[in-house]
């Protein structure tokens, strides 16, 4: 009797420090895995509240537990990355914790108000919106890769800062490649055939989507502004892939861009190739391979350069991918390292830092691929030799890479707080329960009156418009708050959209605030 009372009370106190929704889970949620699982997001469910995180609770164990979600292929052997939503070995250890322990909710009032998230566009109505007619996919026997060229209809030259995919049928859209072909004159193939790189040499890679990835921003605040110029008269030329099995099925993707005022100054160009490349490797059947390639293919590199992202690329056998840099000196800068490539998940990685590249370097990429019957993606059985090809059946190797010309001090600057899009107008939002003034507000700050009166528990997060929490609101029992316009490491927040988000005595509520210049 004195052992079950034993094994009853360790019981309950292992349910007593449990950790809770409200208290310490949600926030994991809304940092690493909510930018894609919410209503309207890239995943096929949201995880923003409770219920619905209980309802999944058998398949986030899985797939936290086997290291599958949040998706963040790169690992620590990387360079430092923006929107890195690795988990953190405690983090990990907390939402298994509290899936093992019957997910409790917690106290609701206690639980931090969500990130607000856009429906549909996440960065809001653009500079130009190109999107290709309703297309019904041809993938039958073989994957589907569709080029559109799809006119702009300007007449005067502009410079995009950041550019923001938004597939029409995000079940069917595998990938986007988004090029400006600045001539107007690059020719798309016939539908439902394979769709190639543009030949055209004034044809440049902007960006992209992947499912997962996030809208490309370049930095556009002092001292760094990137972007890519875009012609009187050029066109958009879009590279769409749609997998086997979605024949049949419609899209409209669509694109919108952002450009500079026309008045900016001292924005930087920057170029996107697949400067890494090898096209002449060969798959043995029952083999895993090695392939690599290099950049320069002879020699070393003529000037000093700054990368802005990259963008590795394989098939289904792709088993391994990494890059790196060997400076003069023969010290090594690893860029990127994928162990466990996953043709599912893809994207343009941005640096967090700009990555220099002295002079006399050379760019190296290495990987592998599994073509054995072992390999549970691999699309024949028996295994056949595979070459280099655009279809997903057959194989690349390649890797691309956005980057510019170096300038002192390129390196330093931290581009988290450089890549916000700044909004010049205002969009009334209509949540009742919070009032902001004034809005759109400076680097005065912003007045908060709410409906209901704050409690010291309750709690007022701010947040940007790509899901960020950027500041936790101190205050005291009152219905009136300030927030100066700082960041919790006491830095002025960028120009842009933002959100005030609150739990008020339980009750979630919301209203987007733009700071200006």
């Known amino acids: 009797m004195k052992f079950i009372s034993i094994l009853l009370f360790v019981f309950s106190l292992s349910f007593s420090f449990a950790q809770t929704w409200s208290g310490e889970v949600a926030e994991i949620f809304y940092e690493k895995c909510t930018k894609c699982h919410h209503q309207g997001g890239g995943a096929p469910f949201s995880l923003v509240d409770y219920n619905e995180a209980n309802t999944m609770a058998t398949s986030i164990y899985d797939a936290v537990y086997q290291g599958q979600m949040p998706p963040w292929p790169p690992n620590e052997e990387s360079a430092e990355f923006l929107h890195d939503r690795t988990l953190e070995a405690s983090e990990k250890t907390t939402i298994l914790n509290w899936l093992t322990t019957g997910t409790p909710e917690g106290d609701a009032s206690q639980t931090p108000p969500p990130p607000v998230y856009n429906q549909g566009s996440i960065l809001g ?40 995919v938004i597939p029409g049928n995000p079940e069917i859209v595998h990938h986007v490649l988004v090029y400006v072909d600045q001539n107007g004159s690059e020719v798309t193939d016939t539908i439902g055939g394979d769709c190639a790189s543009p030949s055209d040499l004034n044809t440049k890679l902007v960006g ?14 002092d ?10 008269g050029a066109k958009i030329y879009l590279n769409m892939h749609y997998p086997i099995g979605s024949y049949g099925l419609q899209d409209s993707t669509k694109v919108i861009f952002h450009f500079y005022p ?11 190739d697949p400067l890494l490349i090898n096209y002449s490797f060969y798959l043995p059947p029952e083999q895993v391979t090695s392939v690599e390639a290099q950049y320069p293919s002879s020699g070393t590199t003529s000037m000093n350069y700054s990368l802005f992202s990259i963008f590795p690329h394989m098939h289904l056998l792709g088993k391994e991918i990494g890059t790196y840099a060997v400076k003069p000196g023969q010290d090594t800068v690893p860029l990127i390292h994928i162990p466990h490539w996953d043709f599912d998940w893809q994207d343009f990685y941005k640096f967090r830092y700009l990555q220099k590249i002295p002079v006399g370097s050379k760019l190296k990429a290495y990987g592998t691929f599994d073509n054995t019957s072992s390999n549970i993606h691999n699309p024949f059985s028996p295994p056949q030799a595979i070459f280099f090809g655009l279809n997903t059946t057959d194989e690349m190797f390649v890797t691309y890479l956005q980057y510019l010309p170096y300038v002192t001090g390129d390196e330093n600057y931290d581009l988290t707080d450089l890549t916000v ?16 003034y004034p809005n759109p507000f400076s680097q005065d700050g912003i007045q908060m009156s709410f409906t209901n009166e704050l409690h010291l528990q309750d709690q007022v997060y701010i947040y940007d418009n790509l899901g960020n929490r950027v500041s936790v609101i101190k205050h005291m029992t009152e219905k009136e708050i300030y927030w100066n316009g700082q960041n919790d490491n006491g830095q002025s927040v960028k120009p842009g959209v933002y959100y005030v988000s609150a739990n008020i005595q339980g009750v979630l509520s919301h209203q987007k605030i733009i700071k200006i210049k």
Not at 140 to 150: G, N, P
Not at 208 to 221: M, N, R
Not at 223 to 232: C, D, F, H, R, Y
Request: glycine share 4%; proline share 7%.
């Open 125 to 164: 109505d653009g500079d130009l919106e190109v999107q290709i007619p309703t297309y019904a996919s041809k993938a039958i026997a073989e994957d589907d890769y569709v080029c559109f060229s799809l006119p702009t209809n300007l007449t005067e030259n502009r410079i995009i800062k950041a550019v923001e």
């Open 208 to 221: 992209g989507f992947t499912p997962g990835a996030t809208p490309i921003i370049f930095p556009s605040q």
């Open 223 to 232: 001292p760094i502004k990137l972007g890519v110029s875009v012609n009187a």
């Open 262 to 272: 026309q008045s900016e100054s001292n924005v930087r160009e920057v170029s996107s």
């Open 421 to 436: 899009m700044s909004i010049e107008e205002y969009i009334q939002s209509d949540n009742a329960e919070i009032t902001v």
